[in-house]
């Protein structure tokens, strides 16, 4: 039984989709005006374990990721400068020619990350029709206005407004209207934006030139691709109380009724115990971490350690003992692998069992990683324990049984073991223990290469 922590209704609940074995899910993207930083990448390797747990129980995904290619303004509210056409400016290039730029490098990130993604990728800019049609359907119920500067959506309009975060609509706080005092309320939001005549990306549409607002984007996309009833609509921490909270109110205004059932968000990750900043320098990316010496599958192991729902904290030594661990774990999987004993049918149920109750536990991988460890360290090496890591990777994606195979015909038993030995000693930067063993290889008649990801064995 799968149980997932539902923002919405603030409790772990039992999933069940909405359609026997099929889940309808939603991901906000990226939008591709710069470089996905690897707090976004945390985003997308939560979105990762859930996809893969959900697989793992046997479901069949539709799921929905969009890229925003359309510059929405530099605040969430609707002020400030467009994204995108800040960064052609920057970079003496046209919005079209950004968005590729930056949606290239995000897959390839996506990709090295080993992420499972959605089956259905889409651009903002293609969904422009259905974004107007989503409108007039909002404006034939009565609940837009136009002023001078856009289409707006009417709050009050919608008594639920604000149920995601517990935003009261009666209690504004500090929110501004911002530079745009007509608005009838400070959470009333942009659903279509007019914009001056050399603004670069701009439609056409009923109420004038313009660009859609941001978050109409998602809706229209969801609805488009997944109807008016769904599943799971996941995004970072950051998007619940605007974002969201906007796109539940363009989306149950329509339908008359609840579209998405389960809202999932994760949390931040800090760096130095703050948010990343330019001013800071400490704003990093996937490629930044690999010119220091490390491999995206470290960040992804330093993730998985830690739940998805609470904060992490990035820093350097941090990833250093995850990239050790990584290394230690692979270097017990290889051990396993090429391990000839037998293990009980009651060990192996157990420990089956209590790698699945971790991940169906609102995706706890921390535990299912401590399950995992458990196995590898106590049990005889053996080609049962590997071929079950093979299985417990699908919900990790962590690419555990991807090594260069030793050929063993030709390498005895003792040796591989004399190697693995060394590995985990250089892992843990023994040096004195770790040379003694070379040495003994090499006394065994056998010459041990370092390579990126482990060792390779030659005889002499
Ligand atoms: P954006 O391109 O700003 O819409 O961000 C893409 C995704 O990354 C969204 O789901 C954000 O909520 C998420 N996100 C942004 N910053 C962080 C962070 N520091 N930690 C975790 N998730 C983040
Ligand atoms: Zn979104």
Redesign the pocket.
């Known amino acids: 039984m799968l149980k997932l922590f539902n923002s919405l209704t603030q409790r772990k609940e039992t999933f069940k989709p909405i359609e026997d074995g099929l889940v309808k899910m939603y991901t906000?993207g990226?939008?591709v005006y710069y470089y996905?930083h690897i707090?976004?990448m945390?985003?997308y390797i939560f979105m990762d374990s859930l996809r893969r747990t959900l697989k793992y129980n046997g479901y069949k995904i539709k799921g929905v990721m969009n890229v925003t290619d359309v510059g929405h303004l530099t605040s969430d509210e609707d002020s400030g400068e467009d994204k995108m056409e800040l960064a052609a400016k920057r970079e003496n290039k046209n919005p079209y020619e950004i968005a590729k730029f930056y949606a290239d490098i995000f897959f390839k990130d996506l990709e090295l990350l080993n992420i499972d993604i959605p089956e259905n990728i889409t651009y903002a800019t293609k969904f422009i029709p259905q974004m107007i049609d989503f409108i007039k359907g909002l404006e034939q119920k009565g609940y837009t206005y136009q002023i001078s500067d856009g289409v707006y959506f009417y709050v009050q309009k919608f008594p639920s407004y604000g149920q995601l975060s517990q935003k009261d609509l009666s209690k504004t706080g500090n929110a501004r209207i911002e530079e745009n005092l007509d608005k009838h309320h400070p959470f009333d939001f942009a659903l279509w934006k007019f914009v001056s005549p050399n603004h670069i990306m701009k439609w056409d549409s009923p109420w004038g030139v313009g660009c859609p607002g941001w978050h109409i984007e998602c809706s229209a996309m969801g609805r488009d691709l997944l109807g008016d009833r769904f599943d799971i609509h996941t995004?970072?921490i950051?998007?619940k109380t605007v974002h969201h909270e906007d796109e539940i109110a363009q989306n149950d205004a329509l339908a008359g009724h609840r579209v998405v059932n389960t809202w999932i968000h994760?949390e931040?990750?800090l760096v130095d115990g703050g948010k990343?900043s330019k001013s800071l320098g400490n704003v990093y990316t996937l490629n930044d971490l690999k010119n220091k010496g490390f491999e995206p599958m470290d960040f992804k192991y330093f993730c998985l350690n830690t739940h998805y729902s609470k904060k992490i904290n990035f820093t350097f030594e941090g990833l250093k003992s995850s990239s050790a661990g990584l290394k230690n774990l692979k270097t017990l999987v290889i051990e396993h692998f090429n391990g000839k004993e037998k293990i009980s049918d009651e060990n192996l149920a157990k420990y089956k069992e209590d790698f699945l109750n971790a991940i169906n536990d609102d995706l706890n991988m921390p535990l299912a990683l401590g399950v995992l460890w458990t196995m590898l360290k106590t049990e005889k090496r053996s080609k049962q324990v590997f071929d079950l890591v093979g299985e417990f990777d699908r919900a990790l994606g962590l690419n555990l049984t991807v090594f260069e195979e030793q050929k063993e015909e030709d390498i005895p038993n003792e040796i591989i073991q004399l190697a693995n030995k060394r590995q985990v000693a250089r892992n843990n930067k023994l040096w004195a223990e770790s040379d003694k063993l070379r040495d003994e290889i090499n006394s065994l008649g056998y010459k041990i290469l370092d390579k990126k990801d482990g060792y390779e064995l030659i005889k002499q």
């Open positions: 906000c990226p939008t996905q707090g976004n945390r985003a995004g970072g950051d998007h994760n931040f990750l990343m």
